[in-house]
């Protein structure tokens, strides 16, 4: 007799074939408040996908309630969650999804009990001011009760209306450093005035921008241009970086001839873009010493970085149309490929 082992079930797609039969359970409780049963069973089912997932139900935008699975914070888990809300269901004027905690300014006017004292969130204020160079804002917020409670509590009190102020996903974006104060710091203000500048750079940035750069290394001038704002969370399901390394004929002080240069980027236009299928982003490109690192970002479930890989080795593959560099090409080039949710990579380009 032969024995075969059932495939493993996805918990992604088991999540979303349980949910429609526990639904209308789980709207009847949110209008009696009768969670209790339900509260267990789909905390197995979040876990099942991850254990350190978040869930929550949530007043919708656009339909009665929200459902969110979050990260939490967690770069490693976007992928996963991004998984988990391009399989969710079209939302309809009862339920929708998210994969971030939303926006919810209703709370900033509600008092909380934490730490043993009442806040009245509406005392709330922040001080903020724009970071320029990393196209975020910066923040220190204050309460006054903030000097009769610990730091800890300060800065819990201080992440979690920012969650309710902008939104998980808009303060990942858009926040820079954050900083809290027992004293009121000068200009602060109403929190809708910070979430009003956080929409304005929101809408700076609607279309991609990237920042030219030029630094020096061992003595080597360095070139290169970043996207910005340079946050992981611009591409949850971009997970893993890869590195390609172009060496080309130097030009003057190690970087690329115009000839060269256009070579470069036909290259990074033609046979690298197409590998990507929209399964990865070009982040940034950093050019010294005869070779140009381009820093790419793919969904590291797909084949973006093995079609990275085979488009990379026409770089010196004799300059056919669409195929290579031809003489602008020193040489073959290298691919190095890392799983780094984090952007970690990068991180000396934000």
Not at 2 to 26: C, H, L, M, N
Not at 270 to 278: C, I, M, N, S, V
């Amino acid at each position: 007799m032969i024995f075969s082992r059932g495939r493993k079930q996805d918990p992604v797609v088991e999540f979303w074939a349980w949910w429609p039969t526990i639904r209308p359970a789980v709207t009847e409780a949110i209008a009696t408040g009768a969670f209790e049963p339900l509260t267990p069973q789909i905390s197995k089912r979040v876990a099942a996908i991850h254990k350190d997932l978040t869930w929550e139900f949530s007043k919708g935008a656009g339909a009665r309630h929200a459902l969110v699975v979050s990260p939490g914070g967690n770069p490693a888990l976007r992928a996963t969650v991004a998984r988990w809300g391009a399989l969710a269901p079209a939302a309809d004027p009862e339920w929708e999804f998210h994969t971030a905690r939303q926006p919810d300014h209703e709370t900033l006017s509600a008092t909380i009990e934490i730490a043993g004292a009442k806040l009245d969130l509406a005392l709330l204020r922040f001080a903020f001011s724009r970071d320029e160079d990393s196209a975020a804002i910066d923040v220190i917020g204050h309460h006054p009760l903030f000097r009769k409670l610990p730091e800890p509590v300060r800065g819990q009190i201080t992440f979690l209306a920012l969650d309710w102020l902008l939104g998980e996903e808009g303060v990942e974006l858009w926040v820079g450093a954050v900083d809290f104060s027992a004293e009121e710091p000068d200009g602060a203000r109403d929190p809708l005035d910070l979430a009003a500048a956080v929409d304005a750079l929101r809408e700076e940035h609607r279309e991609p921008q990237w920042v030219v750069f030029s630094a020096e290394l061992r003595g080597r001038p360095v070139t290169g241009i970043a996207q910005r704002p340079l946050r992981s969370a611009r591409w949850p399901r971009f997970d893993t970086h890869v590195a390609v390394v172009l060496p080309y004929r130097d030009g003057a002080e190690g970087l690329p001839s115009d000839e060269v240069a256009d070579a470069l980027s036909a290259f990074e236009d033609g046979p690298l873009e197409t590998a990507l299928h929209g399964n990865g982003e070009l982040v940034a490109h950093e050019t010294t010493g005869g070779q140009r690192t381009l820093h790419y970002y793919v969904d590291g479930a797909s084949s973006a970085g093995d079609e990275l890989t085979a488009a990379a080795a026409g770089w010196a593959g004799g300059g056919a149309a669409g195929q290579g560099a031809g003489p602008a090409a020193a040489g073959k080039a290298k691919v190095k490929r890392a799983y780094d949710p984090g952007l970690e990579a990068v991180a000396h380009l934000s």
